[in-house]
C-alpha cells in the first residue's frame, strides 16, 4: 500500500482511540516525512471534518522530537498538547524511584523551543494546551500571548515560576479582543492585589469557567480579596497544593453563583475553613469535590461536612488520605449521606480495609458508579467482598497496590455475575506477572469490561505476546500497559494482534 493509500485507509476509518495510535506512529515514519507537504492538508481537512477532539492528542514522538530540535509538522494534526507530565503522581514517582529513564517527553523543552512552537505556527490547531515545569520563560509566555494560538485555545494551562506565570496572566488581560478561554491554569503563582485584579479583568474578556491556582502562594490580606466578575461566572475552582492558609476562607467566603467543583487537595487548609464551608449556600450546588491529603482535618471536620450539613448535590468525592471515620463512611457507603454520590476515591485512607466491607449485609449504594481503593490492604478479602454482592453494582473499580494474590485476580476476571456491570478495572502496581495476567485474561469472562488498566506492573514482552493471543480480551476497548517491562517488542506485539484489533493500546 502506498504512502497516500495508508493515510487514506486511516482517516477515513470510523475515528477510535487505535486509529489515532496509528496515524501517529505512521506520521512519525520516515517515509510520511518525506511527503508531509501534500499529506498533512489532506490529513487535517478529514481531521476536522469528522474527528472529535477528544482522540487528537499530540503523540509522544513528536514531543521528543522537538527536544531534539527537529520539524515536528504533524504536530499541527492534534487538538491537545500535553507536555511534561506523566499520567498521575504515583507514575511519576515510582519510574523515578526505580531509577528508569523518562520518557524524553517529559524534559524541559525550554523557552527556545516552545517559543519557536508558537511562532511558527505547528499548534496550529490546538484548543487544549498544558504544560507542566516545561521552562516556558518569560520570552516564551510573551510569545504565545502574541501568537494566533492565543486566540483560539479553549484551555491553558501552565505550571511554572511565579514571575512566568505573572507574565502569561498579565499578557493575556491585556490583548485587545475577546478570548476562547475557558480553562486557565496558572499554576505556581504568587497572588498578590495586582495579579488578582488582573484575574477577575481577564474573565470579563473571556470565555473563563474554570481557574487552577496549583500550588500557589499569597502576599494578600484576606479582607483585600474582590472578584465581583468571577464570583459571577465561576464553575470550577482548583486550589490543589496551595499554600495559602489565610487566603482560602477568605476566597471560599466569596459567594459563588455558579460554582460546581471545587478542589482543595493537599491544600493547606486550616481546620476553621470548615466552617467557612458548612455556611456557604453555594455548597448546595457542589458537584465534584476534592478533599484528598487533607491532613489538617480530622474525622469531626469530615462528619460536620458530609454527615451533619450534608452537600445535596455532590456527585464526585476524592478522600485520597483523608481521615475520614468508619461511621461517616459506612452512611456514605450505605447511601444514607451524600444522596447523588457516584464516584467515590478513597485511596490511602486508613479506615478502609477488607474489613469495612464485612459490616454490610446488603451490597453498597446502587448509585455508586467508581471506588478508588488504592493502598487500602484488601488483599485477604477481596474474593469474600465479591462473593456477597458488595460491588455488584459498581461500573468502575481501581484497586492498585493492593497486592491481591493470583487466585483473587483470577476470581475477579471470572466474576461474571458479580461484577455484571463492570466496565473498567484498574489494577495497576500490583506486581503482578506475566503468568498471573495470562492466566486471569484467559479466564476473562465480566460480560461488559471494556478498560483494563495494568500500568506499572511486572508484564514482560514474552507476557505481552502470550496476552496477544488470549482470545477473550478482543472485547477490551482500551489496553493500558504503561510502567511495564516492556520494550518496543512487546508493544508491537499487542498493537500487531488480531485479538486486540479494535483494542487501543496506550504504552
Known amino acids: 500500500m502506498g504512502v497516500f493509500e495508508e493515510m487514506r485507509s486511516l482517516l477515513q476509518g470510523p475515528p477510535s482511540a487505535r486509529r489515532w495510535s496509528r496515524l501517529c506512529a505512521y506520521a512519525a515514519t520516515s517515509e510520511s516525512a518525506r511527503f508531509v507537504d501534500g499529506l498533512l492538508p489532506y490529513a487535517l481537512h478529514h481531521l476536522d471534518r469528522s474527528w472529535p477532539d477528544e482522540l487528537r492528542v499530540a503523540d509522544r514522538a513528536w514531543l521528543a522530537a522537538v527536544l531534539e530540535d527537529a520539524p515536528a509538522p504533524w504536530m499541527a494534526m492534534a487538538r491537545s498538547i500535553q507536555a511534561g507530565i506523566l499520567d498521575d503522581e504515583r507514575s511519576w514517582q515510582w519510574t523515578f524511584d526505580e531509577g528508569r529513564e523518562l520518557d524524553a517527553f517529559v524534559a524541559p523543552l525550554g523557552e527556545e523551543r516552545w517559543t519557536r512552537l508558537f511562532e511558527e505556527g505547528f499548534l496550529s490547531s490546538a484548543t487544549d494546551l498544558f504544560m507542566n515545569e516545561q521552562g516556558l520563560g ?180 476524592d478522600l485520597t488520605a483523608g481521615s475520614i471515620g468508619t461511621d461517616a463512611l459506612s452512611k456514605i457507603l450505605r447511601g444514607d449521606a451524600l444522596p447523588r454520590l457516584k464516584f467515590l476515591e478513597l485511596g490511602i485512607a486508613d479506615v478502609v480495609t477488607s474489613s469495612l466491607f464485612e459490616k454490610f449485609d446488603a451490597p453498597i449504594r446502587s448509585d455508586l458508579e467508581f471506588l478508588g481503593l488504592g493502598t487500602c490492604s484488601m488483599s485477604g478479602g477481596l474474593i469474600d467482598i465479591i462473593e456477597k454482592g458488595h460491588w455488584a453494582r459498581l461500573r468502575h473499580i481501581d484497586i492498585p497496590n493492593n497486592d491481591p494474590d493470583e487466585d483473587e485476580i483470577l476470581y475477579i476476571f471470572g466474576a461474571a455475575e458479580a461484577l455484571k456491570r463492570l466496565e473498567r478495572l484498574g489494577l495497576g502496581e500490583n506486581e503482578l506477572d506475566d503468568d498471573a495476567l495470562v492466566h486471569a485474561a484467559s479466564a476473562l469472562a465480566l460480560p461488559e469490561l471494556v478498560h483494563l488498566d495494568l500500568r506499572n506492573n511486572n508484564l514482560t514482552d514474552e507476557g505481552a505476546k502470550r496476552l496477544a493471543r488470549c482470545a477473550p480480551l478482543a472485547q477490551l476497548e482500551v489496553l493500558d500497559v504503561r510502567y511495564n517491562r516492556l520494550s518496543e517488542e512487546g508493544v508491537e506485539a499487542l498493537r500487531a494482534s488480531e485479538v486486540l484489533a479494535e483494542c487501543a493500546i496506550v504504552s
Open 138 to 317: 518569560q520570552g516564551g509566555a510573551r510569545a504565545l500571548v502574541a501568537s494566533d494560538l492565543a486566540t483560539q485555545l479553549r484551555s491553558l494551562r501552565v505550571h511554572d515560576e511565579g514571575d512566568v506565570v505573572r507574565e502569561l496572566l498579565l499578557g493575556l488581560a491585556r490583548r485587545d479582543m475577546t478570548l476562547e478561554l475557558e480553562v486557565l491554569g496558572l499554576s505556581g503563582a504568587v497572588m498578590d492585589d495586582e495579579f488578582s485584579r488582573e484575574l477577575d479583568a481577564f474573565a470579563e474578556r473571556s470565555r473563563l469557567r474554570t481557574v487552577q491556582l496549583r500550588s500557589a502562594n499569597s502576599s494578600m490580606e484576606g479582607e483585600d480579596l474582590h472578584w465581583p466578575v468571577l464570583v459571577r461566572q465561576l464553575e470550577g475552582l482548583d486550589l490543589y497544593e496551595s499554600h495559602m492558609p489565610e487566603m482560602l476562607p477568605a476566597i471560599c467566603a466569596l459567594p459563588f453563583q455558579r460554582l460546581r467543583s471545587l478542589n482543595l487537595g493537599d491544600a493547606d487548609a486550616p481546620k476553621e475553613l470548615v466552617d467557612v464551608l458548612i455556611a456557604s449556600t453555594w455548597l448546595d450546588g457542589i458537584e465534584e469535590l476534592d478533599l484528598s491529603w487533607s491532613s489538617n482535618w480530622e474525622e469531626e471536620e469530615f462528619d460536620a461536612l458530609f454527615v451533619e450539613r450534608g452537600m445535596p448535590a455532590l456527585s464526585r468525592l
